[in-house]
């Protein structure tokens, strides 16, 4: 067991197994672009990032797609997509039992502020947190830029008991651009061996093996 003091936990892939409202919501914009459905493995890698940056840069849309795929998916995500998700088996026990002990928790994710909010509620998650950063209206680009934000509106030093955790690259790295430590999750949506050479602190490979490290 660790005894961080703050935890910033990624949402997507980390906390929510929400594949299936992001999935529904690319084939919706796909459907109304005349676009071909895209295989699981590639959703997988627009999870994560902002979805204008995995338009561009996972399925190489130009300005105009990207522009116009980004108002269809939140078109359908906005009304259906955020509520089609489910949190990890065990996970509502973690931040419950991490919360009872006075630990600081945060979410750090790249939803735009108005969706984390209703996402948060939804699932129940608010309840266990002391705050949380999305990317703004959509103007914060990287995930290093939204824990800096969210470390200085809460007047956190970094330092080595402060974790980020999350099952992407950007994850790890936007932790350690923080000076903080970091801890990668094998269940989520990221290529565990990628997270696995960016060298964290921590692999966890299921809730199980997370839970054990931070409480046990």
Known sequence: MVNYSHIIFDLDGTLLNSKVGIENSLNYMFSRMDHDRIGSVVVDRLIGPPIQDGLKNVLGFDERQVELGVRLFREYYSTKGLYEGE???????????????????????????????????????????????????????????????????????????????????????????????????????????????LQPDYFADDVDDLTEHLVY
């Open 87 to 197: 949190l990890y088996a065990g996970i509502a026990e973690l931040l419950a039992e991490l919360a009872d002990r006075g630990t600081k928790l945060y979410v750090a994710t790249s939803k735009k502020d108005r969706f984390t909010e209703i996402v948060l509620r939804e699932f129940g998650l608010d309840r266990y947190l002391t705050d949380f950063q999305g990317s703004g209206d959509g103007g914060l680009h990287t995930k290093a830029g939204i824990i800096t934000q969210l470390l200085d509106r809460n007047q956190l030093i970094p330092s080595p008991n402060m974790v980020m955790i999350g099952d992407t690259k950007f994850d790890i790295v936007g932790g350690k651009a923080n000076e903080i430590s970091t801890i990668g999750v094998g269940y989520g949506y990221g290529d565990a061996d990628e997270i696995r050479s």
